[in-house]
């Protein structure tokens, strides 16, 4: 995947749009199946600031815009104020605040969205790096996802790439959180970020 230097922010965001409507329409479509829960790992620290860009200041690594909607498994609605928590490792599969910077900087990559009318919420961040699980595997590339919603069961789990090969032998890898990641795309010159889109189906209380 390339991604193209002196990306705008609104062009940023713009390849997002794109691609949550693509997601909406094609293989990523919702389903009213809860979203299944995966562990949460020890790299959680309560607290992350709401934010939209989780990885500012030059955060070295390839940008990814990551979105989807928050929705309900009763009729497949959208639930609005709902809150989505992701965090993830930097490009060389380290944790900022427990394996990293410290003070404002323990928030690096770490972020909470509130969903709006249509259930949608967005990130932009970086494409997170692997790291060791055993001295024979490594953990897949992998965003961690809290999301809850008023009325609804949390649900705690994790996003996955299709096509890393690091997905086979992962212990904690469910098919269904496995998601396609859109690689940078040309538009009117203009490069695109990487984006992967991820709808999350919470189940009633
Ligand atoms: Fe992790």
Redesign the pocket.
């Known amino acids: 995947m390339t991604i193209g230097k002196g990306i705008t922010r609104r062009g940023f965001l713009a390849g997002l749009a794109g691609a949550v409507v693509t997601g909406a329409r094609g293989a990523g479509a919702a389903t009213c199946a809860p979203t299944e829960d995966n562990p949460q790992?020890p790299?959680y620290l309560a607290g992350a600031p709401f934010r939209a860009d989780i990885a500012p200041g030059g955060e070295p690594g390839e940008r990814l815009a990551v979105g989807g909607r928050v929705l309900s498994a009763a009729g497949c609605r959208p639930l609005a104020d709902a809150v989505v928590e992701v965090w993830h490792?930097n490009a060389a599969g380290a944790y900022y605040g427990l394996e990293g910077a410290t003070g404002e900087g323990a928030w690096q990559l770490r972020g909470r969205a509130r969903t709006g009318k249509d259930g949608s919420y967005r990130f932009e961040t970086i494409l997170p790096g692997r790291y060791p699980l055993s001295p024979r595997q490594l953990?897949p590339r992998?965003i961690?996802y809290l999301v809850a919603a008023p009325g609804h069961r949390p649900v705690v789990t994790q996003l996955y790439f299709a096509g890393d090969p690091s997905l086979a032998g992962d212990p904690l890898v469910l098919p269904s959180l496995i998601m396609p990641l859109n690689a940078a795309r040309k538009t009117g010159g203009a490069g695109a970020p990487g984006s992967v889109v991820f709808d999350v189906t919470l189940a009633p209380r």
């Open positions: 790992g790299f490792a953990r992998h961690h």
